[in-house]
């Protein structure tokens, strides 16, 4: 016997991402169709600790810890609210893709979201420091997203599935527009 007869032929095993019930993502669009000016609301209850670490409740979940850095006088416990913030954004991308795919018929192995964001705080917070600030001038001044996804279809076919996906982001959206927000006292 030669070499060649006793092995066995090499097989590549493809592990897909868990998929989401097409079925029910059909049937969510076909809602969306009938009715475009639906609209949902996410709640959220905050309440602060002590320091800057809070803990904000979502339904039955576990609460999201937000805290500061050392340097902004935080414990460090948790992240920051900007980078909550980031976080939002690339779990919105990640599940707008995912949702994408679906629709496209296109199994994903990988996806992962990487994000930067630049901010500053010059006006401490409101807290006395740099004065004369716009609104427009704090915050959020850059953000990059860099998506790696890999399934079964082409670089050119993923690269639009991830453009389609952040065009209808509700939180990529919700960063690039402004929008009504209010805040005041509560009752």
Same mark, same amino acid.
């Given at each position: 016997?030669?070499?060649?007869?006793?092995? +066995? *032929?090499?097989?590549? /095993?493809?592990?897909? %991402?868990?998929?989401?019930? &097409?079925? #029910?993502?059909?049937?969510? $669009?076909?809602?969306?169709?009938?009715?475009?000016?639906?609209?949902?609301?996410?709640?959220?209850?905050?309440?602060?600790?002590?320091?800057?670490?809070?803990?904000?409740?979502?339904?039955?979940?576990?609460?999201?810890?937000?805290?500061?850095?050392?340097?902004?006088?935080?414990?460090?416990?948790?992240? +920051? *609210?900007?980078?909550? /913030?980031?976080?939002? %954004?690339?779990?919105?991308? &990640?599940? #707008?893709?995912?949702?994408? $795919?679906?629709?496209?018929?296109?199994?994903?192995?990988?996806?992962?979201?990487?994000?930067?964001?630049?901010?500053?705080?010059?006006?401490?917070?409101?807290?006395?420091?740099?004065?004369?600030?716009?609104?427009?001038?704090?915050?959020?001044?850059?953000?990059?997203?860099?998506?790696?996804?890999?399934?079964?279809?082409?670089?050119?076919?993923?690269?639009?599935?991830?453009?389609?996906?952040?065009?209808?982001?509700?939180?990529?959206?919700?960063?690039?527009?402004?929008?009504?927000?209010?805040?005041?006292?509560?009752?």
């Amino acid at each position: 016997m030669t070499t060649a007869e006793t092995t +066995a *032929p090499v097989q590549t /095993v493809k592990a897909y %991402l868990r998929p989401i019930d &097409a079925q #029910g993502l059909a049937t969510f $669009a076909e809602k969306g169709r009938n009715n475009p000016a639906s609209r949902g609301t996410n709640k959220v209850h905050t309440v602060m600790e002590g320091q800057y670490r809070s803990l904000s409740y979502v339904g039955n979940h576990a609460p999201v810890v937000v805290d500061e850095p050392l340097h902004l006088f935080g414990q460090d416990t948790a992240p +920051a *609210p900007g980078e909550i /913030v980031l976080s939002g %954004l690339g779990g919105c991308i &990640a599940v #707008g893709i995912t949702a994408v $795919a679906t629709w496209k018929q296109v199994k994903l192995t990988k996806l992962e979201v990487f994000l930067e964001g630049d901010i500053g705080n010059p006006a401490a917070w409101g807290a006395g420091g740099a004065l004369q600030k716009l609104p427009s001038e704090m915050g959020f001044q850059a953000i990059r997203v860099k998506v790696l996804v890999e399934g079964d279809a082409t670089r050119e076919e993923l690269d639009e599935i991830v453009k389609h996906a952040n065009f209808y982001s509700p939180v990529a959206n919700t960063m690039r527009n402004p929008i009504p927000f209010e805040i005041s006292l509560a009752d």
